[in-house]
């Protein structure tokens, strides 16, 4: 991943012409998102929790079944230990 500052890699805001959406590069840096988080990396998640922050727990459930060949409810458990651990965070707002 290509880090701004170090050991951070933020997906931007999408443009109308380029829409490159957070859960889209987790996804495609899946390999390499799966290696920090078995380093001990820490996710913060910042924005819409309507549509981004569902996308991006999917993404990251989807990587973990990719990566140990587990089950649905394997990765939600996973996704829920790193939450306990304070290691995915999310400060996201919705709106009606």
Partial sequence: MTASSPGCSPAGTPSARNRTFVQDRITAEGAE?????????????????NRMAPGVRAAFRAIH??????????AE??????????????DVHTSK
Avoid: M
């Avoid at 988080?37 to 998640?45: I, R, T």
């Avoid at 079944?65 to 394997?74: E, F, K, L, V, Y």
């Fill in 33 to 49: 998102v799966w290696r920090l988080l078995q380093d001990g990396a820490k996710v913060y998640v910042c924005g819409d929790g």
């Fill in 77 to 90: 458990q996973w996704w829920q230990n790193l939450v306990a651990e304070g290691r995915y965070v999310e």
């Fill in 65 to 74: 079944a990719r990566h140990t060949g587990g089950d649905d409810a394997g």
